[in-house]
């Protein structure tokens, strides 16, 4: 196990997020800067420092960060994603579908690949509600979700269309953070407080001692409320509506996929996330249950995508114990994975076959083979449960489980016909 460095630019910026000044550490401006662009080619330097509210000099050092790092290209001015030069739409891509699995009782949601325009039409039924009351209350769903992200813009923008769709006004979306000290349970007090919610879908802090203030919250609240890609604290007395992805089914497609390619010696990688525990704990209980079928030699976590050090140790560790895949988790852990084995003289996937975990900057970027959560399913479920759960108040909890999307991008390759 490998714990993660510190970054060498300790300084923090500050912004303003819904009139609340908040400091960005220089890691969460990384993620942000890498966030922004899976869904724009290029960043600048001046609309980045605005941002972010600090200097173009401290934005200029984040981008030589991740640049150093293999992560983005730098151009005048600013930077863009490395590319491979191979236009992404005309790229083979297969597709496992996802399915998904409720308890007590089955969702419906439809599989569809998170790129799909946002303007799309949600194909569930959902219950239709009168639209604004005669005394002027607009119906909205709360909803608090945290930033910076890959992921949560289009589930928000899914979440939107679903809403529209039900009679409501739209969605009332607060950002929170990943960081320890977000406001969490201020959030959803405000929203619960606000007479135009009906209904709550929130992700609250995964750090302990926010999070343990959120559930706290979320235990009091007077509307429904959907907790969404979290589990409720082991031993917590809160008990409300979830819908996750399946975590434990993904890590299982991806094993499947490799052995079905004649890989059996595979190592593992993971990125400090709110997920990662869950997918390195299903990681390591299929290899322990896989009876032999599978050797990983090592496992590495904590290591950030623009952690050079940190991704020179994991490829040091491939090439030294000969395994022939790794599973990596995130997207950019496994660029920056690929971008050092290159320069080791090793290729993807001839000699270093490589699955990720959320893959959302890949497509723009490198062709790897990802494990991904369809943003569609989530907001829809989420939406259908919350929407369950408004209409019927004592209905039994429901726990919701959204499998993963498998997309083959070729960067597995197939050792038995070797």
Not at 90 to 114: C, G, L, M, N, Y
Request: one cysteine or more; glycine letters at 6%.
């Amino acid at each position: 196990m490998m714990s993660q460095p510190k970054s060498r630019d300790s300084r923090n910026t500050t912004t303003v997020t819904d009139g609340v000044q908040r400091d960005y550490l220089p890691a969460e401006r990384r993620d942000m800067i890498l966030s922004l662009l899976t869904r724009q080619n290029v960043v600048t330097v001046p609309e980045l420092a605005k941002l972010f509210s600090t200097t173009e000099i401290t934005v200029r050092r984040d981008l030589g960060e991740l640049a150093d790092a293999g992560l983005v290209r730098r151009i005048r001015g600013g930077a863009m994603s490395v590319g491979d030069g191979i236009d992404p739409s005309a790229r083979k891509v297969t597709t496992t579908k996802s399915a998904v699995k409720a308890t007590p009782s089955a969702a419906s949601a439809t599989s569809a690949d998170s790129t799909a325009t946002t303007g799309d039409l949600p194909s569930a039924n959902f219950h239709i509600i009168k639209g604004p009351t005669a005394d002027g209350i607009h119906p909205s769903i709360g909803v608090m979700l945290p930033e910076p992200s890959f992921f949560w813009p289009g589930v928000i923008a899914y979440m939107e269309t679903a809403v529209k769709l039900l009679g409501f006004e739209g969605l009332i979306v607060h950002e929170s953070s990943y960081d320890e000290g977000s406001p969490d349970a201020e959030i959803i007090k405000e929203l619960d407080r606000d007479p135009n919610v009906f209904g709550l879908i929130v992700a609250p802090n995964s750090h302990p001692q926010s999070g343990q203030k959120a559930w706290e919250q979320i235990k009091h609240v007077q509307n429904p409320i959907v907790v969404i890609e979290r589990d409720q604290p082991l031993f917590g007395s809160c008990y409300v509506d979830s819908v996750r992805t399946n975590h434990p089914y993904g890590v299982r497609k991806a094993a499947v996929h490799f052995l079905d390619r004649g890989h059996t010696r595979i190592g593992a990688a993971f990125s400090e996330t709110p997920t990662s525990a869950i997918i390195q704990k299903s990681w390591r209980e299929l290899v322990n249950d896989s009876d032999g079928r599978i050797v990983c030699p090592f496992i590495c976590d904590g290591i950030q995508p623009y952690d050079s050090h940190g991704v020179d140790e994991i490829v040091d560790q491939i090439i030294d114990t000969d395994v022939t895949a790794m599973l990596v988790h995130s997207d950019y852990l496994a660029i920056a994975i690929a971008q050092v084995l290159q320069r080791r003289g090793k290729r993807v996937p001839d000699d270093v076959s490589l699955i990720s975990i959320d893959g959302f900057a890949t497509p723009s970027s490198r062709p790897l083979t990802v494990l991904r959560s369809s943003a569609r399913d989530l907001a829809e479920t989420a939406i259908q449960t919350l929407d369950h759960r408004i209409r019927e108040a004592d209905a039994a909890i429901q726990h919701v489980f959204v499998d993963p999307m498998l997309i083959d991008r070729g960067s597995v390759a197939d050792r038995t016909r070797s």
